[in-house]
């Protein structure tokens, strides 16, 4: 059992650091068994008196400390586990210090760690203070100047933030280069990379006119799958220019792939590290998927370079002061690109298809999250390892708060407010209340007497809220009366307060519309004015709000384009979603109502498994499916999310007690009766939805594609005489790895015949030499109906397999610990997701921390799960060596 705990940092205690360090000079002498750096500091008092000086560092030799030239006896500093402190008697002084690091032996992929035969940095949150010892800190901002000096054949390209300003031949068969980034910056968003690279690159213009030279580096031998890499950069570049007026503030841009790598990417100055699974891409490897991910991640590490590095965050309780805002923009990017050359109904369906796959991944995601142990505000109040507050909830929930201030100011007055932002903060590290104060400094000019006071609450408050809709009709006055309550229950450890938290009321737009009994768009008059679609405030726990000019009780369209991350509660019967599904105006909303259907289909055949029945067919959600498949009006792409059934993971967080085996059941049941049903449909869809001609990862055949593969996996479920023939054909004769995914998956998911298990080879045998496809076959297999804990045991010891490579780790064992509901939820599943928390724990912490927040919502499980989950977790806690990040996810989960 263990007793240490990592202290908790509270956002409330933050402090000013005492010194400025206008100036950094580190230079490198690389070598994967031990690099030393030499760091020249120059600090200048920022507070009244002599402040001890205090720096960070962690698995570090200290070789030499000096103060303005002076080394430093071992009685004048003191060393301790990851601080050095030193007692400095001046206003302005210089220290050096010498030091060495293992990349070698790093194997938690932060600090400075290598990944094949190439070195790679990753600093953010807390990774610098591994390279040299420092003020790890984001508010501490300075200028660099780097040298980095390796051996030549070995390491060919130096590369580090900013500037190349000269490079040389050493003897001995080395080299040097030396750079130099004009723009201030914290330590997180320093980087250094050095290997052998294939280069593909391109000279942009800026609007001004300004001179960008546009790289993208990745493996050799892998330069042929950066095309599209850099073109979503450029586009990147241009979109950010035309839709927020943002300008490249630099002569050079550089994306580097790497095959390790924890997370998605990171937006170091001017140097990008990517993990390679968001820049590799070529259409006999990369699904459409991968190549939307992509521009994606390459937009959002891009738009960082305002929106994070030029102002930074003050602190790391802040960080959804970049990330929130940052994956907004994203998400606006994406959904802009998705809609390029269309107008009117057409883009806004087109936008519809984004944000149904981004809200999707908030509720799979976000929301369980926020209904758990690990519950935090957007904005958190305290950790122990900042590294596990890299979340959804950071993150996308982050997004969505960005995209209500969005909401409620509109767009112009939304980039007016983010202008203002940049006037007052431009080259700063600051608070989330900083970007609200500009943005209020617009909002009070449209909405005179109000303010976003009561908005910030966003910032503050855990948990989804839920908002609770009433309708009264008044038939003689044609009018309406709307109410909405809204309320938010304790999550995490607000259920163990006494007395329970306050969680007073948010401001919450919720936008609404109406429809007549069939189906067409009412205007509704509020305050005088006619609309289609209102957009309520709700700032109180509840209002109401009067209609006019309603001839008829209308159906509600609710929390259109899903205004706000909140769960609505409204009582209503199957035909008023069925008219809506059939008929809403708002491309989302209409989505909605198909999956709320759906969503009670399956929860009542949930229900009905437990009790061992079998329902009957279900004619109402059979007739919807069918009259969506058939309307001509509709995207592929659109029609493509409609026609799918919500989540697994979206459904269970509906079961009380969660029921993963009979979601599962459910889900596959419902499946199987739609595929039957509606057989000559879903054949007729497959056959009419054929992109025709060369590949090319547009959204009109990218829509076609995943229409087609749907149509496939329908018609497998449904267990059609044709179906596994059709898959066949379109694996082996696939032009494109959408397609031959797409088939392949439907084989596995559908089928346990000897031509599937063949294809399954021979995808093997095809792709073998391809990490990111070998991630798929690995991914596939681990999620396939009736994988178990063996069968992944026997695909570990695979010779492609290894724990150390996140993306593999993340391809076998998270797809089988987090998304085989079926295969992972008995106790030896549970044990052995326990093993590789704790293996995993021993090489890579954060990755590690992932993994373990698995099962967080365990006592929402009912029995035997629930008494096993816990003795899982525990075997964990029991450990004698956790790392902080462990440590601090179990904990949580056990309290
Ligand atoms: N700032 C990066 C991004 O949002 C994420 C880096 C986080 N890194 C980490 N090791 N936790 O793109
Ligand atoms: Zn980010």
Redesign the pocket.
């Known amino acids: 059992m263990r007793t240490d705990t990592a202290p908790t940092i509270s956002r409330h205690d933050y402090q000013p650091y005492p010194y400025r360090l206008p100036q950094v000079k580190l230079s490198f002498d690389l070598d994967p068994a031990r690099t030393r750096v030499h760091a020249q500091l120059v600090f200048e008092s920022a507070s009244a008196g002599w402040q001890p000086l205090v720096l960070n560092g962690q698995d570090l030799e200290l070789e030499s400390v000096a103060i303005d030239g002076r080394p430093l006896r071992a009685d004048e500093y003191v060393l301790q586990a990851e601080t050095l402190t030193l007692h400095p008697r001046a206003d302005r002084y210089t220290v050096d210090i010498v030091s060495v690091c293992k990349p070698e032996q790093n194997s938690s992929l ?1 600090g400075l760690y290598v990944s094949g035969s190439q070195l790679f940095t ?1 600093c ?2 807390e990774g610098f203070r591994r390279i040299t010892w420092f003020p790890d800190r984001p508010d501490v901002m300075s200028q660099y100047q780097v040298v980095l000096r390796a051996d030549k054949q070995k390491y060919p390209l130096l590369l580090s933030n900013g500037n190349l300003l000269e490079q040389r031949d050493l003897p001995d068969g080395r080299h040097e280069a030396r750079w130099e980034d004009p723009h201030p910056k914290p330590c997180y968003l320093f980087a250094v990379v050095a290997g052998d690279f294939d280069c593909r690159e391109e000279q942009a213009r800026t609007q001004s006119g300004r001179p960008a030279l546009l790289q993208v580096y990745s493996d050799r031998g892998s330069g042929g799958k950066t095309l599209w890499a850099l073109e979503c950069l450029r586009r990147s570049l241009e979109w950010d220019e035309r839709r927020f007026g943002l300008e490249l503030d630099l002569d050079r841009f550089m994306i580097v792939a790497a095959r390790d790598f ?6 170091n100055k001017g140097l990008n590290v990517f993990n390679s699974s968001y820049v590799l891409a070529d259409k006999d490897t990369a699904t459409d998927a991968a190549y939307r991910a992509i521009e994606a991640v390459i937009g ?2 891009y738009f ?1 370079n305002w929106t994070g590095n030029r102002v930074t965050c003050r602190d790391w309780f802040q960080l959804s002061l970049k ?1 929130g805002l940052t994956v907004f923009r994203d998400q606006e990017f994406s959904a802009d690109m998705l809609a390029q050359g269309l107008s009117g109904a057409e883009a806004a369906s087109a936008r519809a298809v984004k944000r149904i796959d981004d809200v999707s991944t908030l509720r799979i995601a976000q929301f369980p999250e926020d209904a758990g142990p690990m519950a935090h505000p957007i904005r958190p109040e305290s950790y122990q390892e900042i ?1 596990n507050f ?1 979340t959804a909830t950071v993150y996308e929930k982050g997004a969505e708060v960005i995209r209500m201030q969005h909401t409620l100011l509109g767009e112009e007055g939304f980039r007016a407010g983010l202008e203002e932002y940049f006037r007052r903060h431009d080259g700063q590290a600051v608070t989330c209340d900083d970007f609200v104060d500009a943005m209020e400094s617009v909002y009070v000019q449209k909405h005179p007497g109000k303010n976003l006071g009561v908005f910030r609450r966003w910032y503050a408050q855990a948990g989804t809220p839920r908002v609770a809709v009433d309708l009264r009709y008044d038939a003689d006055a044609h009018a309406c009366a709307v109410t909405l309550t809204q309320r938010c229950d304790p999550v995490g450890i607000e259920k163990l307060q006494d007395p329970p938290a306050e969680k007073p009321p948010l401001h919450i737009p919720f936008a609404l519309g109406m429809l007549d009994r069939s189906g067409a768009a009412l205007k509704p008059e509020l305050d005088g004015t006619a609309r289609d679609t209102v957009l309520l405030e709700l700032r109180e726990a509840q209002q109401t709000w009067t209609f006019r000019n309603v001839p008829e009780r209308p159906v509600l369209s609710l929390l259109r384009n899903f205004s706000a991350p909140v769960i609505v509660e409204y009582e209503r019967p199957d035909t008023e979603l069925m008219l809506l599904a059939g008929h809403d105006t708002d491309p989302f909303a209409r989505w909605e109502a198909g999956q709320e259907l759906a969503t009670r289909r399956l929860l009542a055949l949930v229900g009905a498994l437990r009790q061992g029945q079998d329902p009957a067919a279900d004619t109402a959600l059979v007739e919807t499916w069918r009259r969506l498949l058939g309307d001509a009006a509709l995207t592929p792409a659109y029609k493509a999310r409609v026609l799918s059934l919500p989540a697994e993971k979206e459904l269970l967080e509906k079961t009380s007690p969660m029921d993963p085996l009979g979601v599962v059941q459910a889900r596959r049941q419902l499946r199987a009766q739609l595929g039957a049903a509606l057989a000559p449909e879903w054949l007729s869809a497959y056959h009419s939805a054929q992109d025709a001609g060369d590949y090319s990862p547009d959204p009109l055949s990218a829509g076609l594609r995943s229409l087609k593969n749907l149509a496939l996996s329908m018609l497998m479920a449904g267990a059609h005489p044709q179906a596994e023939t059709l898959a066949l054909e379109q694996y082996y004769g696939a032009g494109n790895m959408t397609a031959r995914m797409g088939a392949l998956s439907a084989l596995v998911n559908h089928s346990k015949s000897p031509e599937c298990a063949q294809a399954l080879s021979h995808f093997y045998e095809q792709w073998q030499h391809d990490p990111l496809v070998m991630d798929k076959w690995f991914a596939l297999q681990a999620t396939a109906p009736g994988t178990t804990v063996e069968t992944v045991r026997a695909l570990m010891l695979h010779p492609a397999f290894s724990l150390r490579n996140p993306n593999r780790a993340r391809s076998l064992i998270f797809q089988f610990c987090m998304n085989n509901l079926e295969g992972v939820h008995h106790a030896d599943g549970y044990a052995f997701w326990a093993e590789q928390v704790i293996a995993l724990d021993e090489l890579n912490p ?1 990755i590690a921390a992932r993994l373990a927040r698995a099962f967080d919502n365990w006592a929402r499980f009912a029995e035997p799960q629930r008494s096993a989950l816990r003795s899982a977790l525990q075997s964990i806690q029991d450990r004698e060596k956790l790392s902080r990040n462990v440590a601090e996810i179990i904990s949580k989960a056990l309290k």
């Open positions: 932060m990753q953010e949150a924890n997370m998605g990417a990171m937006e959002h590490e960082h990330e590294g890299y954060e």
